[in-house]
């Protein structure tokens, strides 16, 4: 078995690496931030389908700076890597780093988020508009069609919190009784989300329930109705354990869960499909489920 490298960031990229170029079956995957628990799920769902199947895996992190997402596409280009997969920090910015990967002649493949440009060979990720969907069909079981709803935005650009917001949206509207009081982006941050329910509470005196883009900003948003003493439900999306754990011990309602080492390891898979020449969907879908107490 092949050793599996270890976590490098952009960061030490940019300030350059003396490392030797890598062998030729070597794989980036270059992840819009590991400080986030789902992201960091998926980076190990992607090492051990890497290890399983023989490839070298160079990890880095963008820390949601598009800037230095394309300077670790150019960086590992230059490696030698045999296939870029992406999870992008903003669906219109990543453009420019895979085109740098398309005029290599470096396949690639997005996961969790799309790309908006440049030649993607396959996308690995949830149905998020389906997971908006579900979310939205909670909220309208629980509170019999009438509820005053907020929703925290991921970040703007990000194809999953377009689609999310999208499905989430297109559920609420479809009942009458159901009227989002406020909706702003939070940017998938738990500290953000925190702060942005706190000014959220204060502006809107009737709120029963919050639907939160992902779980950092959902368990964000628990901590602020926490403080004011309000008795607001909450859901978030992901399945982080964090949230997991929130929902069985009864502070969140329920959370839409994503599986993030499925996506990590089926995009090595369809990686090592491509490197073989097989045939590979442009999208492969990854199920979702609701989990609630």
Not at 85 to 93: E, F, G, L, V
Not at 173 to 202: C, H, P, W, Y
Not at 248 to 273: F, H, P
């Amino acid at each position: 078995m092949k050793k599996l490298f270890g976590l490098a960031t952009a960061t030490a990229m940019l300030l350059g690496s003396t490392a030797p170029s890598f062998a030729a079956d070597t794989l980036a995957l270059v992840v819009s931030t590991l400080n986030n628990p789902f992201f960091v799920t998926l980076k190990e769902g992607a090492e051990g389908k890497a290890s399983e199947l023989g490839y070298e895996l160079l990890v880095l992190d963008s820390q949601n700076d598009p800037a230095k997402e394309l300077a670790a596409v150019e960086d590992v280009l230059n490696k030698d890597v045999k296939l870029l997969m992406i999870n992008p920090t903003d669906s219109d910015a990543v453009r420019s780093a895979i085109r740098a990967a398309n005029r290599k002649d470096v396949p690639v493949v997005t996961l969790d988020r799309g790309a908006s440009g440049g030649e993607v060979v396959s996308h690995v990720a949830s149905d998020n508009v389906q997971g908006g969907e579900m979310a939205a069909e909670l909220v309208n079981s629980t509170f019999e069609g009438t509820a005053k709803v907020v929703e925290l935005q991921g970040v703007p650009g990000t194809s999953a919190a377009r689609d999310r917001g999208e499905g989430f949206n297109k559920g609420i509207d479809a009942v009458e009784g159901l009227s989002i009081v406020a909706s702003q982006a939070a940017d998938f941050d738990r500290t953000k989300g925190l702060n942005v329910m706190e000014n959220i509470l204060q502006a809107q005196p009737e709120i029963d329930v919050v639907f939160a883009h992902n779980d950092e900003m959902a368990l964000g948003a628990i901590k602020a109705i926490e403080a004011a003493k309000r008795d607001i439900l909450v859901i978030g999306f992901d399945g982080t354990d964090d949230a997991v754990a929130a929902v069985n011990d009864g502070t969140m309602l329920a959370t839409v869960a994503q599986q993030a080492g499925m996506i990590g390891a089926l995009g090595v898979e369809t990686a090592d499909k491509i490197l073989k020449g097989e045939a590979v969907p442009e999208y492969t879908p990854v199920p979702l489920k609701l989990i609630q107490k």
